[in-house]
């Protein structure tokens, strides 16, 4: 399975003390080489993930393999936040549970300097799951519809946004929005894989260079998207065989293939690509 290097671009910080070193050895085992550990700040909904607090511990112990997206609350935090994240070394940024849909105007200063800072954003989409100790916060997952990156990667064109769960179960509106907006990725993480099949997600992402009705940056479907876990350490291998079946299923070229599992995150994550 570890034919060529991979990057997992979504993945949660558990609660166990030696939780890194443990998904540290997944990893290795695995053939992956970087893991974008992705914060969801305390009292936050999800309370059961690591916080930038722990992220940041855990990617500085682990400086060749984690990177931190660190969480910032859209609709408490202002953009010195960004800024704070940045100079604490975080790559990315992650958005989930907006006071207001992902596209509300008083959220732009803080997209507008992570394109600044050329952080990279990624936006939990569609559904969440539903935890107890999370009620007190208000969920409304149309906030979150794939359709809302639209607006801001049209008004931030040098922000790169990465969606996951591609937007379940709003996948239509996710295809398009990658299509049209080159600085557009999506994870296939969550229920997707297990739920649609190959064909579905085949009829989806269905552009390429040479299509009468294309992406204006000529690029294809697949290289749109990006592998995300989205599990704990001991699942990731579940989840790397399900993006094995479907592009297996879809008949992708090598390159897309590699595209899916490392070039396109190296690219956003400006990495060397090998
Ligand atoms: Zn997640």
Redesign the pocket.
Known sequence: MSDTPIIDM???LGKEPDYADRLAAACERLGIIRVCL?A?EPGCYLGS?GGNDAVERAFKQHPDLMLGFGHVRLGIDGPQKVSELKDRGFTGLKF?VPARPYDDESFFPIYERAEELGMPG?F?LGIVARQEEGHHVRVRCHYMRPVHLDAIARTFPRFTIIG??LGNPWYEEAAMTARWNPNVFFDL??STLKYRTPQFLGELLWWDSTTRYGSPDGSHAWEKIVF?S?VEYYEIKDVLHDYEVVMKANHLRPDLRSAVRYRTAARILGLQVG
């Open positions: 979504h993945h949660h992705v969801i993930f989930i990624l939990h996951a769960h993480s969550g995300g989205d």
